[in-house]
């Protein structure tokens, strides 16, 4: 005997096949073939070997901190102060190369500090419980001021000729040794999240981390480990970004955090954390970069970008909430 109540079981559930066609993943790649598109169409010099190759200097250092970033929003927490930290690492990688410091010290030299850094933010969050929107603003200001007192309006020039590989050279042909980086880092980061009980962790710290607690996870030592990521990606930005400019500067890496953020909620990651992918992230690392070499090709002014980017941010995280909000008025 049956009644009114009886639940209704669908005739068939989603194919694996159905479920990708409809990700968020397979709406990213569309966005980018269209821009690679338009970009094609825009510039007769975008269509070339090498110009495709230095489309990717405009997101492999900022994606590199973007995969880290990535897992420690999904955690619930956030990192303001990753662009502070490449001008703090590198500032200090300046100073080791006027007292004579060679390439692998320099090198050491950038991702300890990144580290050093990583491990601050950590530990006021995890053991003094303070926001990690409060900290890293509060540490924002503190590495970049440290690096304005020891350089004020200098600059530091001279780096050794081995060390420019790392943010100009190349491994074969037009693969650079950035993007050769950024794609192996890309791999270890999808596994570590999508195929590790410290990656379901995470997941389960994003969407509630008190249950998480009293099931056995150890909330504040996965969440020091994602800082201590996200420092120690900072700090290879800042090698590889010292590199390839061949100076040290207080000001690099300026407004990179407003674009590493925006990489990662144009993935697919859920701002306020317990949803994500990796390969969201990789995706619009490459639709960031294919949109600002774009907009370069065709002579658009950096402070327009930064509106663009600004723009951005703002539509992706609105634009979920005005559609479930729709979704439930209908409803």
């Known amino acids: 005997m049956t009644t009114d109540t009886a639940r209704h079981v669908p005739d068939r559930l989603d194919s694996p096949l159905r479920s990708a066609v409809f990700s968020w993943e397979m709406l990213l790649v569309l966005v980018a073939v269209a821009i690679f598109i338009v970009n094609s169409i825009s510039s007769p010099y975008f269509l070339n070997a090498w110009s495709l190759s230095d489309l990717t200097f405009n997101f ?25 930290i490449i001008a703090l690492a590198s500032t200090l990688m300046g100073m080791a190369l006027q007292a004579g410091a060679d390439t692998p010290l320099l090198v050491a030299i950038g991702i300890g500090v990144g580290l050093l850094c990583g491990a601050f933010n950590g530990l006021l969050v995890t053991r003094l419980g303070l926001p990690s929107i409060v900290v890293t603003i ?21 780096y050794p000729q081995n060390f420019a590989f790392f943010g100009q050279g190349y491994v074969g042909w037009v693969i650079s040794f950035e993007l050769t980086l950024f794609l192996a880092a890309a791999v270890v980061f999808w596994f570590l999240l999508h195929r590790t009980s410290f990656g379901r962790a995470v997941f389960a710290i994003g969407n509630n981390p008190v249950a998480s607690a009293f099931s056995g996870v150890r909330v504040e030592r996965v969440k020091f480990i994602l800082f201590l990521l996200t420092g120690l990606m900072s700090g290879i930005a800042a090698v590889l970004i010292t590199s390839r400019l061949g100076s040290t500067r207080p000001s690099i890496a300026q407004g990179y955090e407003l674009e590493v953020i925006t990489m990662v909620v144009l993935g697919g990651v859920n701002i306020l954390g317990g949803a994500g992918s990796i390969l969201g992230v990789v995706l619009a690392a490459f639709i960031m970069g294919l949109v600002t070499f774009g907009l370069g090709l065709m002579n658009v002014p950096g402070i327009v970008m930064s509106i ?24």
């Open 60 to 84: 492999t250092e900022k994606g590199l901190i973007a995969l880290a970033m990535a897992l420690l929003i999904i955690a619930g927490e956030i990192d303001l102060s990753v662009a502070a």
């Open 138 to 158: 509060g540490t924002m200001s503190l590495f970049r001021g440290i690096a304005y007192i020891i350089l004020g309006d200098q600059a530091y020039k001279g």
């Open 308 to 331: 663009f980017v600004g723009l951005l941010l703002i539509a992706v995280i609105a634009l979920p909430i005005i559609w479930s909000r729709f979704r439930e008025r209908r409803a």
